[in-house]
């Protein structure tokens, strides 16, 4: 198994706090990538990291930030969170080059609910 | 744009019985496709995949071919047993890319 962590892997907030999640990796990929997992949606992009201070946005980046100081480690940040980012968080990650090929390797995942 | 469509489940089965899972896609080019698989509580670990049409990705007795005439994926497999009770996603990345889109999963239950 791929050497992922994330943390917490369970949280239970209040609407408008902040929270972050991070994931840290031992395999010095240099792709990381945050998904949300809901019904009916599958996995959906969150943020990605394509190396230490490079990041981009996914298909539903509003109400998300992300930060990569170091190479293994990826957070994840809520800056008020609402409702409806109460989900199921993933991190993945993956190293060959970015090729369309790349296999993404996931962490164990964290459950979010914001009340 | 790209996009995965899978069918819809659950999926109820007795063991020993045959899994199909169908999945189709859009896409531009010649993308690579996966399936993943996600059992309870965990994260999700790659199944098997493929990269070109006509490739055949199999694993753990799963088999899926790309076919790119009728843009499918599917996934089967000859005789289920309890243990592959998990919910099933099938993915692409296009050709000109590493970023996945995935299908909204298939949650298959195997009973004794």
């Known amino acids: 198994d791929a050497g992922i962590t994330q943390s917490p892997r369970h949280k239970v907030t209040e609407t408008g706090t902040p929270v972050t999640l991070r994931c840290h990796q031992t395999?010095?990929?240099?792709?990381m990538y945050w998904y949300r997992q809901d019904p009916g949606h599958g996995l959906r992009l969150i943020h990605y990291?394509?190396?230490?201070?490079?990041?981009d946005k996914g298909e539903v980046s509003d109400g998300y930030s992300v930060s990569r100081s170091k190479t293994e480690d990826f957070l994840l940040t809520l800056e008020s969170a609402t409702s409806s980012q109460t989900s199921v968080y993933f991190c993945?990650?993956?190293?060959?080059?970015?090729?369309?090929?790349?296999?993404?390797?996931f962490g164990p995942g964290t459950r979010l609910t914001v009340l | 744009g790209n996009s995965v469509t899978q069918m819809e489940g659950p999926v109820t089965l007795s063991e020993e019985a045959f899994l199909t899972i169908n999945c189709t896609y859009t896409?531009?080019?010649?993308?690579?496709l996966f399936w993943y698989v996600q059992y309870p509580g965990e994260g999700l670990q790659l199944l098997l995949k493929?990269?070109?049409?006509?490739d055949k990705g199999s694993n753990k007795g799963f088999e899926a071919t790309y076919r790119k005439e009728t843009t499918s994926f599917h996934l089967e497999k000859g005789s289920v047993q309890v243990s592959d009770s998990a919910v099933y996603f099938c993915a692409l990345t296009p050709s000109n890319d590493y970023k996945l889109s995935f299908g909204a999963g298939t949650t298959v239950t195997v009973r004794a």
């Open positions: 493929a990269t070109k049409a006509d």
């Open positions: 993945a990650i993956s190293d060959r080059a970015g090729t369309s090929t790349d296999t993404q390797y």
């Open positions: 990291s394509y190396g230490v201070k490079d990041t």
């Open positions: 896409a531009t080019g010649y993308p690579s």
């Open positions: 395999e010095n990929h240099r792709y």
